[in-house]
């Protein structure tokens, strides 16, 4: 009998070590699940902020100076890892491109605390550039440019029919008064030179867009990138990104959630940028 107790006491005592061990294990489960999660999730912020520092990110357009390529209330993804040009080594190793005419681009404005811009590349490093009556020349040749825009309605803009300006012209706002003092400085005969690393931009609706000629180049290091898809496009003008109050703003964002079924431009959604 002894021996049979002793048999069978380590029957009686053999669970507790083996729940023991369960509850252990469960443990080191939940904990590890726990260090995945926390991983998992500081690798997506890592990731998400690699993709909008380097990669792509969201604009929208508040202004119609790229109208009709780009409405107000349009919202953009840019691709940021296009463009090389810097002469970094490691871009023969990366699908980068140069930058090409007609290509458009957001960068930062030079000035005013340098929000972002989006224009279309008209002149490029060493071009010589000119308009006359509305039309763009580029090295002597007229440049055809079947996205433009013209408002018959706009006020007459000397430097929309003759740019660059002749010398004795003066310049009023919305002209750039640094820029005033230096265009002078790249003017050759009648034409404009573009200098090395620098971009001459316009907006496609000329007649109602501040670019180039009213404020100067664009420095290669000031673009971002370009814009390749409307992911969303809301009804909207100009007034709806105006600076306002913090309360007007909550106001306005309301506004378009209520009424987002019907202000939503369905057939803009998803479409590529040219």
Do not use: C
């Amino acid at each position: 009998m002894p021996d049979e107790t002793l048999a069978h006491d380590p029957l009686t005592v053999a669970p507790e070590p083996v729940a023991s061990a369960r509850t252990t294990e469960s443990a080191h489960e939940n904990y590890t699940t726990l260090s995945e999660y926390l991983e998992s999730l500081l690798v997506t912020v890592i990731l998400a902020l690699f993709g909008t520092s380097f990669v792509v990110q969201a604009f929208k357009i508040p202004s119609p100076s790229m109208e009709r390529t780009l409405l107000v209330g349009d919202h953009l993804l840019v691709n940021k890892f296009i463009f090389g040009g810097r002469g970094h080594w490691y871009e023969k190793f990366l699908p980068y491109r140069d930058l090409q005419r007609g290509d458009i681009i957001v960068f930062k404005y030079p000035y005013q605390d340098h929000p972002h811009f989006v224009k279309r590349v008209i002149g490029l490093p060493g071009d010589h550039l000119k308009l006359v009556d509305q039309q763009v020349f580029i090295n002597g040749k007229p440049l055809n440019e079947p996205y433009v825009v013209h408002d018959p309605a706009s006020g007459y803009d000397p430097l929309n029919y003759t740019f660059p300006p002749p010398s004795n012209q003066l310049f009023i706002p919305p002209v750039q008064v640094e820029w005033a003092r230096e265009i002078r400085n790249y003017i050759q005969g009648d034409e404009l030179v573009v200098p090395p690393g620098k971009y001459f931009a316009m907006g496609d609706n000329r007649d109602h867009s501040s670019d180039s000629r009213y404020w100067g180049f664009v420095d290669r290091e000031a673009i971002m990138g370009r814009p390749f898809l409307i992911y969303w496009s809301v009804d909207a003008n100009g007034n709806d990104y105006s600076e306002s109050s913090f309360g007007q703003r909550l106001l306005a964002i309301f506004d378009t959630i209520t009424h987002l079924p019907a202000r939503t431009r369905w057939s803009r959604m998803l479409h590529t940028v040219h």
